[in-house]
């Protein structure tokens, strides 16, 4: 039913206004109870074989939202429902800020692929906040943080360390941004000593509180090898948590589509990022002796699509564009073929 009548329903809007209205009814829908009783088993498997514990949490299986679907925290119960077994917030900045000027959203239908550059547009870190502390879900949920688009490079370590003590007690695991292509010179910030300087601030908080929650980097699938091994010296160097891989790409080889799309400005999702992000999380999985927890996120549209990610070393893995394409039972499917 989703591809044959939804989805083309959709497709008939512009994407940032579709993904609007569709969240909207998914919002009703929970409100009026319909993902918690009828529908309920249409979604959901439960079962403990797909336990995971990583990272000091508990996920009810392996299959998470990745960030950048619900931005603001205002969704989190309803995409529960549908049986994520984790779901990331962000990405939270510490103002908010409107992102870039639209349209910054483009389905590229024949790739299976989306390209955006929304430029972190989000309500700011204490809306989230608001949000979360009012929401009843039984997930874990994760902050996804960067800075905000007008903090120069040398003060971005204040954003990241504003959106981290605010969320602290809010959030179950962290994800630092610095992987995103839409904030100008934001990548520069993936360099050893510049991530560094901004771990050892957030470990430094959170040594002071009584609860330690695992901090985890987000990175690109367009880093050379000499950078990927610098990342996983650093991750046993400062103790980071896990990684998060990947992000979207800047690359567009062998793409389908007309070229009025592929050469839209942004990162770009979706089918095409599949190998890329997969052949990441190998090197990493190689290079450290699977000592690195990894979260494999990109191009997962299909069961076997998160296997491979899987087999490759991640532990977990988050879906966002296959997720449009494929639809809410894409979660599932995945559940299930990971019991066989």
């Known amino acids: 039913m989703y591809k044959s009548i939804i989805r083309p329903l959709l497709y008939l809007m512009d994407a940032e206004k579709a993904h609007y209205f569709a969240t ?8 009026l109870g319909l993902l918690t009783s009828p529908l309920s088993p249409a979604f959901k498997v439960k079962d403990k074989r797909l336990e995971r514990n990583i990272f000091g949490l508990t996920f009810p299986n392996p299959v998470g939202l990745a960030a950048g679907f619900d931005k603001d925290a205002k969704w989190i119960d309803p995409l529960a ?4 077994g984790f779901i990331e917030i962000g990405t939270v900045t510490p103002l908010a800020q409107l992102g870039n000027p639209k349209p910054r959203l483009f389905r590229l239908v024949q790739d299976e692929a989306l390209i955006n550059r929304m430029g972190f547009n989000n309500d700011g870190v204490e809306a989230a906040v608001e949000r979360i502390k009012k929401s009843k879900h039984n997930v874990p949920i994760g902050g996804n943080i960067g800075k905000n688009k007008l903090t120069p490079n040398d003060k ?4 990241y360390r504003i959106a981290f003590e605010k969320l602290y007690d809010h959030v179950d695991y962290f994800a630092v941004n610095v992987s995103s292509p839409n904030t100008p010179g934001l990548r520069e910030l993936q360099g050893k000593d510049e991530l560094k300087r901004i771990f050892d601030a957030l470990f430094e908080f959170r040594a002071r509180q009584s609860t330690e929650k695992s901090v985890l980097l987000k990175i690109a699938p ?3 090898q000499e950078q990927l091994l610098d990342i996983v010296s650093l991750v046993g160097e400062i103790k980071i948590d896990g990684l998060i891989a990947t992000n979207t790409t800047l ?8 070229s009025q799309l592929i050469d839209q400005a942004g990162g770009l999702s979706g089918a095409p990022v599949l190998q890329k992000s997969t052949d990441v999380i190998r090197f990493i999985h190689r290079e450290s002796n699977g000592s690195i927890p990894i979260i494999g996120v990109g191009g997962i549209h299909s069961p076997e699509d998160a296997l491979e990610k899987l087999n490759a070393g991640a532990s977990l893995v988050q879906l966002y564009t296959g997720f449009i394409y494929e639809g809410p039972w894409l979660i599932k499917n995945i559940i299930k073929r990971l019991l066989q």
Not at 24 to 31: E, I, K, P, S, V
Request: net charge negative.
């Open 24 to 31: 909207g009814w998914l919002q009703r829908f929970y409100n």
């Open 81 to 84: 429902e549908l049986g994520f």
């Open 156 to 159: 971005a370590l204040d954003d």
């Open 222 to 224: 367009d880093l050379s």
């Open 251 to 258: 690359d567009r080889s062998h793409l389908k589509s007309s």
